[in-house]
């Protein structure tokens, strides 16, 4: 199988970022750079470069583009030259990551990025820098205080009527689960799900900002709607599909994405007099949609930076390879 001769590993595929941008919390970013070598050569250093940068699109304007550098800090992983030998060599690393950087993003007007960039020097009768990089993403977990669901209360003619949103974090692809549970005879007309997103996008050299609002309607996963809960022959759970399309809810200064889920219900109902009526019901909370799903946010490992000076990224060095130049083996 060809491998590169230099490439960049990482231990988990996402960085995840407490709620609170807390300047004395630091999140952890480690991996592996390895070197497949044909033949023994001489590595006089190595070193990782994180780079993070932000960009809006203004497509009415001569400069289409706004961009900013977030971070750009160079991490030294080895300094003294040593001859490694033909093989697979592995140099670990471990960079702590401050809390107060800005999730990754991806829409069509605006992103933030980040990637790690490796560079080895190397020497044999003339000097060579092998060079490999590798995309980070960070996403920001809910707080861990907040609520994780949404219950809602409405009474139709003294009979309590309870719509409950079993989860306030969303994720694209997958599904989001209502339920509905009512004291009374009643018989759902209608049902309309809406996912409503607001992008905010900022562009301080130009003096200007762009809105935009989307409302997408969610369509039911038909194997699971309207499917009655167990013990309760007033409750129904409705499960529907969050689209790909939707772009995950972000806080950064230049680009702030926000959600909400709308329920709209219209219910068939008779007054004690047994005339037939119609209620309609429209609910809206704040929700928050993640670019990757979280099993469970609180367990979430937490550093703490304990120097008084917090720098944008921060290096735990890895121990100097061996004589025989490794490190360690997989």
């Not at 991806?106 to 560079?119: I, N, P, S």
Request: a positive charge; hydrophobic letters at 40%; charged letters at 20%.
């Amino acid at each position: 199988m060809f491998h590169k001769t230099v490439s960049i590993e990482l231990l988990e595929p996402v960085v995840y970022l407490r709620d609170a941008k807390d300047r004395r919390s630091v999140n952890l970013l480690h991996g592996h750079i390895k070197l497949y070598l044909r033949h023994p050569l001489t590595v006089q250093a190595i070193t990782l470069r994180f780079v993070g940068s932000s960009k809006t699109i203004w497509p009415e304007d001569d400069e289409q583009y706004d961009k900013h550098t977030l971070v750009d800090s160079v991490i030294p992983i080895y300094c003294a030259p040593t001859v490694l030998q033909k093989g697979k060599t592995v140099f670990p690393f471990e960079i702590l990551l401050s809390n107060t950087l800005s999730e990754t993003i991806e829409c069509e007007l605006g992103r933030v990025h980040y990637k790690l960039q490796c560079q080895v020097h190397v020497k044999r009768w003339f000097n060579k820098i092998l060079k490999t990089q590798h995309p980070v993403i960070l996403v920001r977990a809910p707080n861990a205080d907040a609520p994780r669901s949404f219950m809602h209360t409405t009474f139709i003619q003294g009979s309590p009527f309870l719509t409950t949103i079993e989860t306030l974090h969303l994720t694209p692809g997958l599904s989001l689960a209502l339920s509905f549970s009512f004291a009374r005879s009643a018989v759902i007309h209608s049902i309309v799900v809406k996912l409503i997103e607001r992008q905010k996008f900022r562009a301080p050299s130009k003096h200007t900002t762009r809105l935009l609002h989307h409302e997408i309607t969610l369509a039911p996963n038909h194997n699971l709607a309207a499917e009655p809960c167990s013990g309760s022959e007033n409750t129904f759970r409705y499960s529907y599909k969050v689209p790909n399309l939707v772009h995950p809810s972000a806080m950064h200064p230049l680009i702030r994405i926000r959600h909400w889920v709308q329920v709209t219900l219209i219910l068939n109902l008779k007054d004690p007099h047994g005339q037939a009526f119609q209620e309609e019901l429209m609910i809206e909370t704040p929700v928050s949609v993640l670019l990757r799903s979280i099993d469970d946010y609180i367990t979430l490992p937490e550093y703490k930076q304990t120097s008084t000076s917090v720098l944008p990224v921060l290096s735990k060095r890895s121990p100097p390879p061996s004589y025989e130049g490794l490190l360690s083996s997989i």
